[in-house]
Structure formats: structure tokens, C-alpha cells
């Protein structure tokens, strides 16, 4: 049987994942893995964990909660010298509230990635290292900026005791304050020019507040991050195109670039609002750069 650690936020799903977890790590427990299990308390505990566990030797980890506690997890067991997790393997109990990386693989959810688990499949899953003037942050599922950052705080502030619905709620608010951000960008090399943007959004896998499929065509294994810009409009019109977003129609629109890219390079940036798989960040973006099979995902 394998060794393996499970990291719990038991404040995950509204404050559910502490009490649904039990009975899926008993399963587990049953044949199947040496489980060592462990609750955070609060922001940034999942990091810490992690990072001490590697140090450690453990390879095989569990995120039991969402998006949230999963890239805590990555950003615990990343070696930014070898930009690498030593092929760490990360499996989800995923009692949290959008799920959205686990979409790309599955949407039977907890059951899949259970058995996923059990059966011991895994695939490789690159990351996102987001470089910035603090250091760097790993990101398997979405890095945005702009409208989409702002959203995001909003959300989180008012709204996340609603889950999926607390996101929508969270774009018609800040709709009364839609603005659009320079960005200066060097794309794989190649110098851009200056452009306004409604927002930037950066992604490893398809899906982000749950079941918005904000990039169709990413994948997480292809060592390339589609970058979805949408230019300068008006609320009526970013109103308009919204719904299409949980299609990934919205690619479609002529305000909608859609491209895929290794490495991105911020040109002269400030102090910016980032979404970062679901939390936000305040910091100075320099670059964000495409590792490709960082580590593994059972499922």
C-alpha cells in the first residue's frame, strides 16, 4: 500500500467537507492506503503542510476540500530550482465549492476521483508559474486579470457562501465599475504592442468558477497555456456575451482572442488584482511561464 498525505480544509463547501470527507478517506483507508491525514485552519496552512511533507520524502498527496486547497498543495511540493514537484502525485477528494480543474478530467466528481484513487491512474498536469516581484506562484488552473480579478474579490467578499451562483452574482455587481487595464506584453518572444483589455485570463484547464468554460481549447498536458483576451467594451455587451461563457462560446466573439502560448511577459506592470485558482493575489506580474508535466493527477 501506498503512503500517502491527505490535506483537509474542513472549511471547504460552505463548511461541509469536514463532516462528507470521513467516510471517502475510510474508503481509503480500507486496502488501499496508508493515510496520514491532516486539517488546515486557514489561508496558506495547505502550503506549509505540504512543503514540510516533501521535505520530508512523502510524494503522494490528497487535496480534500477545492480549487483552493489544491493549488495550496502544488505550491507546497514545487521546487522552483528544478521547476519541477519531482513527479509528485495529487489525487482530490473534492468536497469544495466549484472543482473547476477536476472538470477537465471528469464530471462524475468525488465518485471518479475516488476510484481514480483507488485504482492508482494517474496522468501528467503541467502548471503556470506566475513570476512576480514576491517570488513565484503555481497555478494549475486559471490566472486572470482585469474584470475577471475584480470579479473574483467581489465574490469572495460578499458572495462565496453561494457557491456557483455566488460567482455570477459577483459579475453583475462589479458590472457598475467596468473598466478596461493596459497590458504590455511579450508573447513567446515576440514584442506587442499596448493594449486595452476587459480582461486577461491565462489557463492550464478548461473550466473556472465552476462550470464557466472560460478556455474550451486548453489542455493540461500540452505544455501551453491558452490565453483568452477580450478587448475594450461596454457593460451591455460583456453582459451580453456572459452567458455564452459556460458553452466556451464567447471565443467567437470579435471582442475574443483566443491563443495558446509557452511564455508570457509583463512589460512595465504595476500593482495588479490577480485570480489565482479562485483566491486573489496583489502583486507585480513579471512573467508567467508554462511547466510542462510539473507533477501528476490521480485520475
Given at each position: ?6 490535506i483537509v ?8 467537507c ?35 511533507a ?33 513527479l ?79 460567482y ?7 458590472l ?8 504590455a ?25 465552476g ?7 486548453a ?32 471565443i ?48
Open positions: 500500500m501506498r503512503d500517502a498525505l491527505a480544509n474542513p472549511a471547504a463547501g460552505g463548511g461541509t469536514g463532516k462528507e470527507a470521513q467516510g471517502a478517506l475510510d474508503s481509503l483507508r480500507n486496502g488501499h492506503m496508508k493515510l496520514k491525514v491532516v486539517e488546515t485552519t486557514g489561508p496558506g496552512d495547505a502550503t506549509q503542510l505540504a512543503k514540510e516533501f521535505a520530508n520524502g512523502t510524494r503522494h498527496f490528497i487535496a480534500v476540500g477545492g480549487d483552493g486547497t489544491s493549488c495550496e498543495i502544488v505550491n507546497g511540493f514545487m521546487d522552483p530550482s528544478l521547476e519541477t514537484g519531482e509528485c502525485t495529487l489525487g482530490f477528494l473534492p468536497f469544495g465549492t466549484g472543482n473547476s480543474y477536476l472538470r477537465d478530467f471528469t464530471q462524475h466528481g468525488t465518485g471518479a476521483a475516488l476510484n481514480a484513487l483507488k485504482e492508482d491512474r494517474s496522468r501528467p498536469s503541467d502548471v503556470n508559474a506566475l513570476h512576480h516581484d514576491g517570488g513565484i506562484f503555481y497555478s494549475l488552473n486559471i490566472l486572470s486579470m482585469g474584470f475577471t480579478a475584480r470579479v473574483g474579490a467581489t465574490t469572495n467578499q460578499r458572495f462565496k457562501r453561494f457557491g456557483e451562483l455566488g455570477v452574482m459577483g459579475v453583475v455587481t462589479t457598475a465599475g467596468l473598466e478596461s487595464d493596459p497590458f506584453m511579450t508573447v513567446d518572444g515576440v514584442e506587442e504592442e499596448e493594449k486595452a483589455l476587459t480582461f486577461l485570463s491565462l489557463n492550464n484547464s478548461q473550466y473556472t468558477g462550470k464557466m468554460r472560460m478556455a474550451p481549447n489542455s493540461t498536458e500540452d505544455g501551453l497555456c491558452e490565453m483568452i483576451e477580450v478587448g475594450k467594451m461596454g457593460r451591455f455587451r460583456l453582459l451580453q456575451l456572459f452567458p455564452r461563457i459556460f458553452k466556451g462560446a464567447h467567437h466573439a470579435p471582442e475574443v482572442e483566443s491563443r495558446r502560448a509557452k511564455e508570457i511577459v509583463f512589460r512595465g506592470s504595476g500593482p495588479m488584482d490577480v485570480m489565482a485558482d479562485g483566491e486573489i493575489i496583489r502583486v507585480v506580474p513579471r512573467k508567467v511561464k508554462v511547466i510542462q508535466h510539473a507533477f501528476r493527477v490521480n485520475i
